[in-house]
């Protein structure tokens, strides 16, 4: 029997209600596609870039727990607010083989 995919979601929201409507949303899409779910990270809007606690802990899990395929974010702005950034976060996770997938958006929507 094949092993299921797994999944960390990662959230940005600004209050607790848009929190809970993102988790509710990334947990139905990764659901669908029937990914388990191992963490949920949550950070809030408007943090910059080195002050995201929430994403290193994120890139650090995937990084340690080397059976991760996938971070499910609501939507590109919960990874980066520029594609600058959203590259590198990208790159860095695809170095530990984890691709990233939106509920809300494609990535060629993003770029």
């Known amino acids: 029997m094949e092993s299921k995919q797994t999944c960390v979601i990662l959230l940005r929201a600004s209050s607790k209600k848009a929190f809970a409507r993102q988790e509710e949303a990334c947990r139905?899409?990764?659901?669908?596609?029937?990914?388990?779910?191992r963490e949920v990270f949550r950070e809030r809007e408007k943090l910059q870039f080195k002050r995201r606690k929430a994403l290193r802990w994120m890139s650090t899990y995937c990084r340690v727990n080397k059976d991760i395929d996938f971070v499910v974010a609501y939507k590109a702005r919960s990874i980066s607010l520029n594609n600058s950034e959203l590259f590198l976060i990208t790159r860095l996770l695809k170095k530990h083989k984890v691709d990233i997938l939106f509920v809300k958006e494609t990535p060629q929507s993003k770029f």
């Open 28 to 37: 139905v899409f990764a659901n669908e596609r029937e990914l388990e779910v």
